[in-house]
Each structure stands twice: as C-alpha cells, then as structure tokens.
C-alpha cells in the first residue's frame, strides 16, 4: 500500500496527501493553537488508529497506549509543528525542541523484522507495540531526516491557506504541493483565470 492520508477537508472534496516521512505523518493528527481544530488524537484508541493510517501500518489491535503516552506524543507533535516552521522559514530552532526529540528517542522504539513475500523483503514491525515505542519512533525519525540529506527539505504546500507540511524528497527538489490533484490542480486553474482575464480598459 502506497504511503499517505485520505483527507477530507472541511472545504470539500477528498485527496490523497503523502507528507514524505513518519513525523510529518504526526502532524496530520491535529496540532496547537490554529490546528486545533483538525485534532484527532482526543483518547489513547486515536493514536492505535493512527500508527495504522500513517506509513507504519500497524495492526491498532496490538497498539496499547495509555493516557500518558498519549498526552507525551501530543506534546512532542506540538513541539513538531514549532520546528517544521521554524524550518520552512529557516528559524533557529525553538527553544527545548531538540531536548524534547532527545527524550523521546533515547526510549525503546519499535522493532523491525524482515517479512519475505516471494523474492523480495519488506519491513514490518514486531507487536504488541507502545504508546511509548511510537513516540520513540518518531523522534528518531527526526533525527535521521534532520541529520540526513533531505535536512533541507521541509516544505510547506504553496497553496493558498492550506498549510500540509511535507519532506520534498523528489531528484529535483521541487515538490510545491501537498497534492496535484487537490493544490497543484487548483493552482493550474485559477493561474488559467488570470491569463483569460481581460486586460483593464
């Protein structure tokens, strides 16, 4: 299955979004302050259905999270947030961040296993897993993103109002949309409008 979100925004229509790497799959789940609005991590069940939805794909049958967990997961996706846009807008990190990150990834994360289907392998993860396994996941998954060669590479959607973040992992570097069939498409079009439009008499 290919990695990514159904999302169904509040303005309409359905699209497939791939924020590119599994801590910007976290932030998907809602956010502070503005992003409240999107939350959808509100029990400890919220955050099993989301390792199932984001790129892990885990069975959130075996995924047991308490409310410590989760509230440790949300408070590091807030943090998460601060730092994509700090990021984008090439900030000095906030303050605590990386202390945050730290804390989180020195935890016990989930266990890969190799999985054989036919010739080729893939990676799943050994179950039952942890609130805490995830949140130490992510957090390493921040580190290797942000010490590796797409460090450079946040982005977020050109779209008007839209505000998805993503890793730009393309060759060339030029991702500009959260999707071309949801963003990129209205961009085209309304790009259309202005050339049609008449010049003013």
């Given at each position: 299955?290919?990695?990514g979100?159904?999302?169904?925004?509040p303005?309409?229509?359905?699209?497939?979004?791939?924020?590119?790497?599994l801590?910007?799959?976290?932030?998907?789940?809602?956010?502070?302050?503005?992003?409240?609005?999107?939350?959808?991590l509100?029990?400890?069940?919220?955050l099993?259905?989301?390792?199932?939805?984001?790129?892990?794909?885990?069975?959130?049958?075996?995924?047991?999270?308490?409310e410590?967990?989760?509230?440790?997961?949300?408070?590091?996706?807030?943090?998460?947030?601060?730092?994509?846009?700090?990021?984008i807008?090439?900030?000095?990190?906030?303050?605590?961040?990386?202390?945050?990150?730290?804390?989180?990834?020195?935890?016990?994360?989930?266990?890969?296993?190799?999985?054989?289907?036919?010739?080729?392998?893939?990676?799943?993860?050994?179950?039952?897993?942890?609130?805490?396994?995830?949140?130490?996941?992510?957090?390493?998954?921040?580190?290797?993103?942000?010490?590796?060669?797409?460090?450079d590479?946040?982005?977020?959607?050109?779209?008007?109002?839209?505000?998805?973040?993503?890793?730009?992992?393309?060759?060339?570097?030029?991702?500009?949309?959260?999707?071309?069939?949801?963003?990129?498409?209205?961009?085209?079009?309304?790009?259309?409008?202005?050339?049609?439009?008449?010049?003013?008499?």
């Amino acid at each position: 299955m290919e990695p990514g979100f159904v999302l169904r925004p509040p303005s309409g229509g359905v699209f497939r979004f791939d924020p590119g790497t599994l801590w910007l799959d976290l932030l998907v789940s809602g956010g502070p302050g503005d992003l409240a609005v999107f939350e959808t991590l509100h029990a400890p069940a919220d955050l099993a259905t989301w390792s199932e939805l984001c790129r892990l794909r885990l069975d959130p049958a075996r995924v047991h999270v308490t409310e410590a967990e989760l509230a440790a997961v949300v408070r590091l996706r807030n943090g998460l947030w601060e730092l994509a846009r700090a990021l984008i807008h090439d900030r000095p990190a906030p303050p605590g961040i990386t202390a945050l990150v730290d804390d989180a990834a020195a935890r016990s994360p989930l266990a890969p296993r190799l999985q054989a289907t036919g010739a080729r392998f893939d990676r799943v993860w050994t179950l039952p897993a942890t609130g805490t396994q995830l949140l130490s996941t992510v957090a390493r998954d921040v580190v290797d993103v942000l010490t590796g060669p797409y460090a450079d590479r946040v982005r977020e959607c050109g779209g008007q109002r839209c505000g998805l973040v993503f890793l730009d992992t393309s060759r060339p570097g030029s991702r500009r949309w959260c999707s071309m069939e949801r963003c990129g498409n209205r961009s085209k079009v309304r790009a259309l409008r202005e050339r049609r439009a008449p010049e003013p008499g």
